[in-house]
């Protein structure tokens, strides 16, 4: 049986101080958050691109590999999906800080 005891002493301070020693604790400003966000609608844009590529290629018979199509389809898919949930989550949070009572 494995002995649990020695982690009941941790508390939150101590999760902090670790954070903190071990640089896990970010201090990104609204700037780069921004330039992230902006940086992952380019590569998103990048991969429907690559995809619709692929498409025409395919359709003008110069590409027969339908394992290259898919790749390329299922990445800008999944990388949309994965934009459209986070907006909806930014938009969620900021529905909510409006609802707030000062």
């Known amino acids: 049986m494995m002995n649990i005891g020695a982690i009941t002493g941790v508390t939150s301070d101590y999760i902090i101080q670790y954070a903190k020693e071990n640089n896990l604790l970010g ?6 958050v921004l330039d992230s966000a902006l940086e992952h609608v380019n590569e998103v844009n990048l991969l429907q691109n ?4 692929e498409e025409i290629r ?3 018979g110069k590409a027969e590999n339908t ?3 898919m790749v390329a389809e299922t990445k800008a ?6 934009t459209v949930e986070v907006r909806d989550k930014i938009l969620e949070a900021y529905n ?3 609802q707030m009572q000062i």
């Open 27 to 32: 201090t990104q400003s609204f700037q780069s």
């Open 50 to 53: 690559r995809a619709e590529s």
């Open 58 to 60: 395919f359709a003008l």
């Open 67 to 69: 394992h290259d199509l």
């Open 77 to 82: 898919a999944v990388a949309l999906q994965y």
């Open 96 to 98: 909510h800080i409006m």
